[in-house]
């Protein structure tokens, strides 16, 4: 893919959608060359479905608790996105183990609010993951965006940031910290991914010179 195209994306939420509109405000202010070409959501409840929509953005929802296996909720949610031109597929806050087909190696990413791989895996997310952080001590906390493969939280690195963890910081104010420097990497691994910079080696990611 060229810099001058536009990249095309699915992002898929569970919840209030806080970095699906982040990325929104990003193509709103020109920083970011994409289209959002529709959002799956996991509950019809989500205030995520808000967003989309106040964006003009089309919404399906896809409730895991409809499917016995979560390799048949990872098909379907293939097959909604396969009826729009798709180029990178964005976990923003979606909460479920997303299987995905071999084709779309290299073509799922996802960001976790802690540096992996401390404090991942399953059943840490958003609050977990910065209560964890607290508790043991650790003086840096940040966030991780990596490419998705078939086990939470595993896929190769692509960007990290750090913030410091203070004695008095609470699950909170972390999350805070750490929201703003997500603000920033997930839109920059996005759109190092448009410039067709990023190569995965095994279990790394290179960032490629223009």
Do not use: W
């Amino acid at each position: 893919m060229s810099i001058s195209e536009t990249l095309n994306l699915a992002i898929l939420v569970s919840g209030s959608g806080t970095t699906l509109q982040n990325i929104i405000d990003k193509i709103n202010d020109n920083t970011l060359n994409a289209k959002i070409q529709m959002v799956i959501c996991s509950s019809p409840d989500a205030y995520g479905i808000k967003r989309a929509e106040q964006n003009s953005i089309p919404v399906t929802i896809v409730q895991q608790k409809d499917y016995n296996q979560s390799e048949t909720f990872s098909n379907t949610i293939i097959k909604e996105i396969e009826k729009y031109s798709v180029d990178l597929i964005i976990l923003a806050g979606f909460l479920h183990l997303f299987k995905i087909p071999d084709k779309y190696t290299g073509k799922v990413m996802n960001i976790h609010p802690g540096l992996i791989p401390a404090f991942c895996g399953k059943g840490y997310y958003g609050h977990h993951v910065h209560k964890a952080a607290i508790e043991s001590g650790v003086k840096i906390s940040g966030c991780t965006v990596h490419f998705v493969n078939n086990e939470y939280d595993r896929g190769p690195i692509i960007v990290q940031r750090t913030v410091h963890v203070h004695v008095d910081d609470s699950p909170d104010t972390l999350a805070q910290k750490i929201f703003k420097e997500e603000c920033i990497a997930y839109p920059e691994a996005i759109q190092l991914f448009a410039e067709g910079r990023l190569k995965i080696e095994g279990r790394k990611v290179r960032v490629l010179n223009n």
